[in-house]
């Protein structure tokens, strides 16, 4: 890195904030513009795997909701709002944020600057993420920071740092107007294709500021999928996005323009069901899903199970079984029992038409009495086969030939599934992030399939025409549908965060959410 002392002034001071442990998690710059792009663009000296990340967020133009999607969008979290950020930061054990120091430059272009300062206010609070803050002094969004503790970097001072790095209240001096609401949004928010088209910090900004004109329908879209879209890259992403969470009151018009936009994406939606819908009526908010047969089963979070057709999310009635709670998952046997796993970790057995086979029967019964005693955290099922996940990292396959155990990963089991394939095996995702294959019997893949800086929170895998297929869902709103045989993987992110992931027999990828529920499927 060149010398600090000839770059920048003041680079020296906040250098020195940045390596201080003890120094209070919020730095705000006054005076002169570039130090925070100057020091995202040389990036951190450190190195190693828990290496600390410089992410650089421009706040000209945003609104606080447009700053939570973005804060939200790198420390690898969903928040539908800004005081979701705060929440998931105060209550995740989320080690992505410890490690990042968030560079926020130009606080006085922000479309609400004293709102987006009372957001980055919170965060500083909550003492688990490093903000560096550009601000001008005099301002009300400067002076909101400045309540807490806070160092100050004089980017106009000596570079030496001797001034810097002081804790304490920002001088009221110097020059600088807050409080500047910016330009009327150019955008037609009202156009699909504008909206798809245009700069999404712009769009996110003239929907907040027009809250009584739902434009058709797409500003309700925007606002349930919008920290997915302002991250999506193209257009097509983006129009894919809106289509997906677009409500049945929308203007008849939106679906078939926003169809034709999102052609060039890497999919299509076959339907979708969000908040609102009436016709086939949306089934509420998801907390795991299976995909048996030509039907959906969808657990919410009373413990109701609903029964829908999944060519269409019509709904066929439910399944009458005595859980009380929460289901946190689903695995239908390939006799039409469906077992069900509790939110405290126990085993509930809801039979299908036929009688079961007394060795399945046994078998399930052995599983039962097991999880009364080491509650499960995961739960899969196929012929023969029962398969659980504990908190200490091993899966477990129950089956008529024995007990098959193996250490899969770092943490709790966060989800399990089973393919009944011409060599049957376990997909396993963790808290560590991983995706695991595991065929019982034999040692587990010594790499995992896939890993990502987020608890996984949902998968489902089935045997389709195009071979084995694994849908993973991860706690920062990403879903992947991996094609074994092909060696690929295709992403797709709905914008809210993902509960429950379930694979169709033909290869269509359902995904539940608190809001919606969508299935989409590759081109």
Known sequence: MPSVRAERPGAAAL????????????????????????????????AGRRRTVRALVPLAGRSALGTAWAVA?????????????????????????????????????????????????????????????????????????????????????????????????????????????GPVCPVDLSDPAAVCAADPVTVTTGYVRDPWDDHGGL??????????????????????????????????????????????????T?????????????????????????????????????????ADARPLGRLDHPVGGRVTALAPAPDGTVLLLDERGRLHTVPGREPRAPYLRRLTEAVTATLTRHPGTALAAI??????????????????????????????????????????????GGSDGAVRLWTPGRDPEPDALRRRPSPVVALSAAETPHGPVIAAAWGDGTVELHRLERRDRVGFRPGPGVRAVAVTPDGGLVVGMDEALVCVALR
């Open 15 to 46: 250098l020195g904030w940045l390596t201080d442990p003890d120094a209070p998690r919020l730095c705000l710059v006054t005076g002169g513009t570039g130090l925070l792009d100057w020091l995202a663009r040389y990036g951190p000296r450190d």
């Open 73 to 181: 969008d790198h420390l690898g979290i969903v928040a539908p709002s800004p005081a979701d950020v705060v929440r998931a930061l105060a209550t995740s054990e989320n080690g992505r944020a410890a490690r990042t120091v968030l560079l926020l430059p130009a606080l006085h272009d922000a479309a609400e600057p004293e709102a987006v300062a009372t957001l980055l206010a919170e965060l500083a609070r909550l003492g688990r993420v490093r903000l560096v803050v550009e601000a001008r002094p005099g301002t009300p969004e400067c002076e909101v920071l400045a309540r807490g503790r806070v160092t100050v970097v004089d980017a106009d001072g000596d570079a030496d740092g001797d001034e810097g790095g002081v804790e304490g209240t920002v001088d009221a001096g110097g020059g600088g107007a807050g409080g500047v609401a």
């Open 219 to 268: 500003r309700a879209a925007w606002m349930r999928a919008g920290q997915a879209l302002c991250a999506a890259p193209r257009p097509a992403d983006r129009a894919l996005g809106l289509l997906a969470l677009l409500g049945d009151g929308a203007d008849p018009r939106l679906r078939p323009a926003l169809t034709e936009l999102a052609v060039d994406s890497s999919w299509t």
């Open 270 to 310: 076959r339907w979708s069901r969000v908040t609102g819908d009436v016709a086939p009526p949306w089934p509420g908010p998801v907390a795991a899903l299976a995909a048996p047969d030509g039907m959906l089963l969808v657990a919410d979070l009373g413990g109701t199970v609903r029964l829908l057709a999944a």
């Open 383 to 428: 012929a023969g086969s029962v398969v659980v996940g504990d908190r200490l990292g091993s899966v477990h396959a129950f089956g008529l030939t024995g007990l098959h155990q193996a250490a899969l990963h770092s943490g709790r089991v966060t989800a399990v599934a089973a393919v009944e394939s011409e060599t049957p095996f376990v997909c396993s």
